[in-house]
């Protein structure tokens, strides 16, 4: 059984600084292209950032410059470094692994930790 554990969310003036964790268990990440999204409050989910199994990455450009995204294969875990945060970063910060069966794919969620960042 596959499961994302989110962790590192919290309250942080506008500024400030979060790291948040996500470790996987039930499958090894190294193949695959996990990625972080978020919900703000009446908002839909949107992708925040992806991380490629080469490492190659990929950002919203509302957060480009702010946040890197970065992978330990040997931990099972990704990361999303977030600094210089401002209040449109509140919100529910998910992670989620897509894995491939041929041509079809499951999608594994993590429960998400809140992130709010006060001005």
């Known amino acids: 059984q596959v499961q994302l554990v989110e962790s590192g969310g919290g309250l942080v003036q506008a500024g400030g600084s979060l790291r948040l964790s996500c470790v996987v268990s039930?499958?090894?990440?190294?193949?695959?292209?996990p990625g972080w999204y978020r919900q703000a409050p009446g908002k839909q989910r949107e992708l925040v950032a992806a991380?490629?199994?080469?490492?190659?990455?990929h950002y919203a450009d509302s957060v480009k410059g702010r946040f890197t995204i970065s992978r330990d294969n040997a931990a099972n875990t990704v990361y999303l470094q977030m600094i210089s945060l401002k209040p449109d970063d509140t919100g529910i910060y998910y992670c989620?692994?897509?894995?491939?069966?041929?041509?079809?794919?499951?999608?594994?969620w993590g429960q998400g930790t809140q992130v709010t960042v006060s001005s």
């Open positions: 991380i490629t199994s080469g490492g190659g990455t």
């Open positions: 039930g499958k090894s990440i190294s193949d695959d292209a």
């Open positions: 989620k692994l897509r894995e491939w069966v041929g041509v079809l794919f499951t999608d594994y």
